[in-house]
């Protein structure tokens, strides 16, 4: 069975500091994994994904295969960066399943 | 304007009753999903769909119904036997690529 786990619910970090989002997962076959965000009174929308190996206002997430994770990180932490960051896991059968999410907040 | 809404944004139900929140995309995506969303567990899934006249139960079905019946809708009615109905609702639609789209969500409060 697929599952996703974000360890910490959440997450405080001081402006200018490095930030580091935990993921992990459990899949048997080749996983697709993704970012999604959610800040204050907007949509859940995707920030990032795996196969596109982009870094988006300055995260980057790297697969790890052997230690199934796929860790958000950003080196220099933004005010604006505070939101819920949620990771999922695709199983290529247009199934998407989440972790239960980690609340960053940057402080100022 | 492209995109996928839900509607009503709240929604108050008495105890009993059943009630039905809509979720409409026009971007022709085959995948829908219906999520929920409480303080502290994150999302979880209730119900997904991938094709029409095709939905298959999450990990929360349990007082849940859903249809499929175009590729556009993707209702979802929380019935009187859900315990615990009051929560955030989000739903989602995917193409294969699966990069889902969010709606807005609906807040469904039992009074």
């Known amino acids: 069975a697929q599952r996703v786990t974000q360890p910490e619910k959440l997450l405080s970090v001081f402006k200018g500091a490095p930030v580091e989002l935990k993921c992990n997962y459990s899949?048997?076959?080749?996983?697709?994994l993704f970012w999604y965000v959610q800040y204050s009174r907007q949509r859940l929308q995707l920030l990032l994904r795996?196969?596109s190996r982009e870094s988006i206002k300055g995260f980057t997430a790297d697969l790890n295969k052997g230690e199934t994770s796929f860790h958000l990180k950003k080196p220099f932490a933004q005010e604006e960066d505070s939101a819920m960051y949620y990771c999922?896991?695709?199983?290529?059968?247009?199934?998407?399943?989440f972790g239960t999410g980690t609340r960053l907040t940057v402080i100022p | 304007d492209g995109g996928i809404t839900q509607s009503p944004k709240y929604l108050f139900r008495k105890e009993g009753q059943n009630v039905t929140l809509s979720c409409e995309q026009n971007?022709?995506?085959?995948?829908m999903y219906w999520y929920r969303q409480d303080p502290g567990q994150g999302l979880r899934l209730i119900y997904y769909?991938?094709?029409?006249?095709?939905?298959q139960k999450g990990d929360i079905a349990e007082g849940y119904s859903v249809s499929r019946e175009k590729k556009e809708s993707f209702p979802l009615t929380v019935t009187s036997a859900q315990k615990n109905p009051t929560a955030f609702y989000l739903c989602?639609?995917?193409?294969?690529?699966?990069?889902?789209?969010f709606g807005q969500g609906t807040r469904l409060t039992v009074v």
């Open positions: 989602a639609s995917s193409t294969q690529g699966l990069e889902a789209f």
């Open positions: 999922a896991l695709g199983n290529g059968a247009n199934n998407l399943f």
């Open positions: 971007l022709n995506h085959d995948a």
């Open positions: 795996h196969i």
């Open positions: 899949y048997s076959g080749s996983p697709e």
């Open positions: 769909s991938q094709i029409v006249n095709d939905f």
